[in-house]
Every structure is written in structure tokens, then in C-alpha cells.
């Protein structure tokens, strides 16, 4: 047995891996069963959009060729969409790497970094990996705590991350109000905003992290091919930011961390409007629908401006989980956010919410109730 605290990085000892949403697969083999439905990892239900896939198979013709590292074409349709220059937006294999790539460029050793509890998984774990110091900040009301986390910037700040919408909560701030924390940052610390579900926020104080760049301000947008243009699978996700900030994730990225194949069809999807407006409508019937069933069993959900519910279920919600998946639902559980008796629900056809909820019905009348966590 070998003994790790030899070997790794200090900054890795504490850490757990990943678990992801429970793949359907995994069920498959284990329950025995066919007609499964995930609702755990926030993709889109309705399939990828036809213009990506078809550029996808074109493509395939070329995969013995390296792919064009800096995805220069894609930045260049990109840059012309949001009126910006191409050598501010930087691609990845993921929104996943692009937070790794920052974390890599800009913490140092002991560097302090302010990160909202619960929220996206990579914050936390990448500071650590990097050797800075993570200050957690509790959410409040189910979203980020903006006053608080601006007590909580102080000389040995580098980077504060702020969801938005937060991943599990699917909760915004408020427009004046991250304006004003934004005012307040001084100049040595760097806003990273993960705005990764920002194109399915309907609610219009709210705000969009390109205005802070363009204004000059230390912000680093966050975004992702994996949601509203439904190609998860691919890994594609981008930065945007300042040119100096983007040269100094160029500096720490692979040469090729995109491949052609995700390229092409990201380029495809991003002509694909048909595409991101039946997402999008699917999700607001998806949404409300889940929002009259949870009021009617009583459960308190937060307001969700993503394509997923956090509800408190107010019982173990590892227990429902477990019942659900013999039921053949996925969902994801909240004890990976301190929240037993949470979870959250990605949003999904019409037929499979109406399946959940039928699903959730029956286990909640076996299932007694505990207390709320928040
Ligand atoms: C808030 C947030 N940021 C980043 C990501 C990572 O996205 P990607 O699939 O592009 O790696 C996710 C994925 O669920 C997310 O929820």
C-alpha cells in the first residue's frame, strides 16, 4: 500500500474525486432496467440540435488531422456574435477546463480565493489543487451572499468565483447588486463569473458578464457549449475576457484541447437558432410544471432561472434517490452539497417530468417527512 502523503501534492490530499450524475448505463446493468430517465447532470433533454450532428459526421472525414489548437474559425464567429475582438475569448475541452486553466494562471501559493457554499464542484477543488486558500462563503436565501463575500475579499484575495446562475441552487444576483460588488473589488482581485446556464435566465435584472469586460473591469466569463446547444458530450466550453487575461490562459492550456469534431459542430450550433429556442421552451413549460407539483406536495424549491430545480424534498433525499432509481429516475441527491435532504432535477421533456413527478408521488408517501436544511 503505498502511502500517498509521500508522494502527491499537499493540495490534494483532502480532496474526494468527482462523482458524477449516476450514468444510465450504470443503472441499466445494475436494476435491469430499460426505460430509464436521467435527471442528474443538467443536459439537454432533446437530444443535439441536427445542424451540429451533420457537421459533427462531415467532419469525421478529417479526425487523422490534428485539430486547429486555437480554434481560430469557431473564435471568429464567436467574436463577430458578441461584438467582441477573437483574441478575447479562449476554447477548451469543457467549462471543467476552462475553471482549471484559470486556476492554473492566476493562484498562487497561499493566494486566497472567495467561493460561495454550496456551488459548482471545480472552484474549491482546483484552488486546492493549485495551492491557494478557499474562503467559503455560505449562500443565503439559496443564493450567493454578495455583502458577505465582500467582507470577505481582502490583500491576500486573487480570485473570487461567483455562479451565475449558481449551479445547484439554479439561483441569479441581482443586477445592481453584483453591480455594486463588482464597483467594490479592488484591482489586484479577478471576478470569475461561471455563466455556463446564463443563455436560459428569463428574468431581466439580471445581468451579462460580456458588459463588465467590455467596460474594462477584472471579469472572466465562463461559458459552455454543453447546455443550451446540447453538446455535452463533446466538451466544449470558453473564457471570455480581457486579451492579457485570455494570453495568460493560452499560456497554461494543451495545444489541441478541442477536437475537430467539437469545433465543427459548435460552429453548426451556433447558426442552430431553431435548436436553442425549442430548448428553451421546453424548459420554461418544464420549469413551471415542476413548479406547481412541488407546491402542491409542499416541497420549498429555489427560483430557478437554469434547466434544473433544486427542491428540498424534506427526507433523506439519499433514500429518494435510491427509490426513484428503481423506478428508473435518475436524479442528483444534495448530501454532495451538504443538503441531505435536497436534490436537484434537471428539467426534462414533458413525458419524462411528468414521469418524475408520478415517481416522486409514490415515494413520498412511503417516505415520512424529516426537517428542511434550508
Ligand atoms: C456552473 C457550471 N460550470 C461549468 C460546468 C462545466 O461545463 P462543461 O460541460 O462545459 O465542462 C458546469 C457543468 O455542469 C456547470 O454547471
Not at 484591482?187 to 436560459?200: G, K, R, S
Not at 458530450?233 to 475576457?241: M, N
Request: charged content about 25%; hydrophobic content about 40%; aromatic content about 8%.
Amino acid at each position: 500500500m503505498k502511502d500517498l502523503t509521500r508522494y502527491a501534492r499537499q493540495g490534494i490530499l483532502d480532496l474526494k474525486a468527482y462523482v458524477p450524475g449516476k450514468p444510465v448505463e450504470e443503472v441499466q446493468d445494475e436494476l435491469g432496467l430499460t426505460e430509464i430517465i436521467k435527471l442528474a447532470s443538467n443536459e439537454t433533454p432533446l437530444g443535439p440540435s441536427p445542424m451540429a450532428v451533420a457537421a459533427a459526421v462531415q467532419e469525421m472525414q478529417n479526425i487523422h488531422f490534428y485539430p486547429e489548437g486555437p480554434c481560430t474559425w469557431l473564435r471568429r464567429d464567436l467574436a463577430r456574435r458578441l461584438a467582441i475582438a477573437d483574441d478575447m475569448i479562449s476554447f477548451s475541452n469543457g467549462a471543467d477546463n476552462i475553471i482549471v486553466l484559470i486556476t492554473a494562471a492566476f493562484i498562487n501559493q497561499g493566494d486566497e480565493v472567495v467561493i460561495a457554499d454550496p456551488s459548482f464542484f471545480g472552484y474549491l477543488t482546483y484552488t486546492k489543487v493549485m495551492g491557494g486558500t478557499p474562503i467559503l462563503v455560505d449562500l443565503k436565501n439559496w443564493a450567493h451572499d454578495l455583502a458577505t463575500m465582500s467582507e470577505k475579499v481582502g490583500p491576500k484575495t486573487k480570485l473570487v468565483f461567483v455562479c451565475n446562475p449558481n449551479n445547484p441552487t439554479g439561483t441569479i444576483v441581482r443586477k445592481a447588486e453584483l453591480d455594486d460588488f463588482v464597483a467594490r473589488l479592488p484591482e489586484h482581485v479577478i471576478l470569475v463569473l461561471d455563466e455556463a446556464y446564463l443563455e436560459f435566465v428569463s428574468d431581466r435584472d439580471s445581468r451579462d458578464g460580456l458588459d463588465y469586460i467590455k467596460q474594462g473591469r477584472n471579469v472572466i466569463s465562463v461559458r459552455t457549449f454543453s447546455k443550451i446547444c446540447g453538446l455535452a458530450g463533446l466538451r466544449i466550453g470558453y473564457a471570455l475576457a480581457a486579451r492579457e487575461f485570455i494570453a495568460a490562459l493560452n499560456r497554461v492550456r494543451e495545444p489541441f484541447p478541442v477536437s475537430r469534431v467539437a469545433q465543427a459542430a459548435a460552429r453548426a450550433a451556433l447558426d442552430d437558432q431553431d435548436y436553442r429556442i425549442r430548448v428553451l421552451a421546453n424548459n420554461e413549460v418544464g420549469k413551471s410544471y415542476f413548479a406547481r407539483a412541488f407546491d402542491r406536495l409542499g416541497l420549498p424549491f429555489a427560483p430557478s432561472q437554469t434547466n434544473f430545480v433544486f427542491v428540498d424534498l424534506q427526507r433523506d433525499s439519499q433514500e429518494v434517490f435510491r427509490a426513484l432509481l428503481k423506478m428508473g429516475v435518475i436524479i442528483r441527491p444534495g448530501s454532495i452539497w451538504n443538503c441531505p435532504t435536497c436534490a436537484r432535477i434537471t428539467i426534462g421533456t414533458p413525458e419524462q417530468n411528468r414521469r418524475f413527478i408520478h415517481a416522486l408521488e409514490d415515494c413520498l408517501r412511503t417516505s415520512p417527512r424529516t426537517t428542511g436544511t434550508t
